[in-house]
């Protein structure tokens, strides 16, 4: 799927996608706009999937880690260290 919107972004369309998916999205997409209830942030993975943009926009600390120059959201709780 995520082939065929590049495609679609490619011949000019603009893309709007809602997903908490930000592993799979931060790999496949130049710009991100994280929203809760507002803009939190907007641009590009690294400058958007950080640990403070993600508290504000989740509500829960994560981690963010770096794996192939991009940015990686890991629970840390949930796995419980």
Do not use: K, S, W, Y
């Amino acid at each position: 799927m995520l082939h065929l919107l590049g495609d679609l972004h490619d011949e000019g369309m603009a893309i709007v996608l809602t997903t908490h998916d930000l592993n799979g999205m931060a790999a496949h997409l130049p710009h991100l706009i994280c929203i809760n209830r507002h803009v939190v942030a907007v641009g590009t993975p690294e400058q958007v999937i950080t640990p403070a943009v993600l508290e504000e926009t989740f509500g829960a600390q994560l981690e963010v880690l770096q794996h192939l120059g991009m940015p990686v959201v890991v629970d840390t709780a949930r796995l419980g260290t």
